[in-house]
């Protein structure tokens, strides 16, 4: 149903203990009362997610924080001041109202407040901080269309909002300001670059051989059903391969379907079309689906990143 005219229904639905897909400005999110562990539970089984994996709540407003959480570090509060509403998530210690199932059991939360008004009037309306992860079967291509949803999650899903294609197309960065320097536990779709104009250095720590301490940093994770591999492309390829270019499609080789990003050398552009064209080059038929990567700079690092792990799952 369409995002502003269904938000009525849809927060009753979460109040209900009900499943809801909506867009945020990233990604479609999955979304669970967060104060409701049976609730939450229902997002790990529509999606097939391990219980290890933590999720993000979102809020609808950054006043809403100091109230869940209580005392709010100085740095992230200084983080929310810049930046949200936002596609930033942060970690703050987790509140003994969150369930531990929302946060895998972790003595910490992920928390944000999307960029995104039907989003935001949505979690308003149901009175709740909601728990939502990508609306997607786990470790697969992010959603960033309703029809993407449909697609992957069909009747596990209570009611699916429609606003249209994303803005940003990626997910949202997770930063740990608790510390003496910001950590940034997963690259997204506000710059790294941003975050040191905003509050100076920060460390890059992606990923760890255990639990993980924020969702989204698996080694393997972002993957079309069809094999992805990064590189150039080179006249041995095409026949039945796809290719995802970053400014221009491949000059050689006979590809089956091409998809280029932004003919504008744009990364903001980009990172908005990267799932919708990785959906779309994974319904082709093709075998395998060759990735250009692109600058390693602002939004092109997240785009990078996904598209390695999306490749990673098919070593």
């Avoid at 199932?101 to 979690?123: K, N, Y």
């Avoid at 941003?194 to 920060?202: M, Y």
């Avoid at 060759?290 to 939004?299: D, F, I």
């Amino acid at each position: 149903m369409p995002a502003e005219s269904g938000i009525a229904e849809a927060a009753a639905v979460l109040r209900s203990g009900g499943l809801v897909a909506f867009p945020t400005e990233t990604v479609y999110g999955l979304g669970a009362n967060a104060l409701d562990a049976r609730a939450a539970a229902r997002i790990f089984e529509a999606k097939a997610r391990p219980s290890f994996d933590p999720l993000i709540s979102h809020l609808a407003d950054a006043a809403d924080l100091p109230g869940l959480v209580g005392a709010v570090p100085p740095a992230v509060a200084a983080l929310v001041e810049r930046f949200w509403p936002g596609p930033l998530t942060l970690i703050v210690d987790r509140p003994a109202v969150i369930p531990p199932i929302v946060t895998s059991g972790l003595d910490t939360m992920a928390v944000r407040v999307p960029d995104e008004p039907s989003a935001r009037a949505l979690i308003a309306a149901a009175g709740v901080p909601v728990a939502a992860p990508s609306a997607n079967r786990f470790g697969q291509l992010s959603p960033t269309r309703a029809e993407h949803v449909v697609a992957g999650l069909g009747g596990a899903v209570d009611v699916v909002l429609d606003g249209g294609p994303t803005r940003c197309g990626i997910e949202s960065t997770i930063v740990d300001a608790r510390g003496d320097r910001p950590v940034v536990l997963r690259l997204g779709a506000l710059p790294v670059e941003a975050l040191v104009e905003a509050v100076g250095p920060v460390e890059i720590r992606q990923g760890s051989s255990g639990q993980p301490v924020a969702p989204g940093t698996l080694a393997a994770h972002y993957a079309p059903r069809t094999p992805l591999r990064l590189g150039a492309a080179a006249e041995e390829d095409g026949g039945r391969r796809g290719f995802l270019a970053f400014r221009e499609p491949p000059a050689g080789g006979d590809w089956a379907a091409v998809e280029v990003l932004s003919p504008e050398g744009d990364l903001t552009a980009a990172a908005a079309r990267l799932f919708d064209a990785l959906h779309r080059l994974d319904a082709t038929g093709v075998t395998e689906i060759v990735a250009e990567p692109v600058p390693e700079v602002g939004v092109g690092r997240a785009i990078n990143d996904r598209l390695r792990r999306a490749a990673a799952t098919w070593r």
